[in-house]
């Protein structure tokens, strides 16, 4: 029984303060950093290629209840993170982006989904011959290779249409 109530939001504030000796830790030990500029770019690449629904996790260690999203409707545009932390008893399960009994997640250990390849499948201009499709890794295969249950690309995108 998927448990999807009770969930607490709140965003982080960019502003904070925290000890110099912090930097270069990675995000989750930057947060409150005094240099604005240096947060909000750990930020910004911490959301490259996420989407805005797509919850993640900034550290594997604690009880596996908090996780964060982007949020992408900051001030002039600014990237924050929206935090959620699940109820007592639950934790986070990425595969399924929801509170689960913490029992039934299995992929604590984990900071985010695992990323799947995907093919190049819109172009301005061709780049295989007709009655191919180019993979993600690049290389064109034929169009009948793709969704045939048989990684043919050499990074499987073709199976991740």
Known sequence: MLIAFGLVFSFFALSVKADAQFRGKGLAA??????FQDFQDEVTTLCEDRTANEYFRLTTEGDCRDVVRCDRAGVAGTIRLASVKCPSGLAFDLE????????????????SKPR?????LHTLEPVCPDGQLQCGSGECIAREFFCDSRQDC???????V
């Open 30 to 35: 930057n947060f409150g950093s005094t240099d």
């Open 96 to 111: 399924r982006q929801t509170c689960d009994w913490k029992a039934s997640v299995n992929n604590c250990d984990r900071l």
């Open 116 to 120: 799947l390849a995907k093919p190049n």
């Open 154 to 160: 050499q990074d499987g995108s073709d199976e991740n």
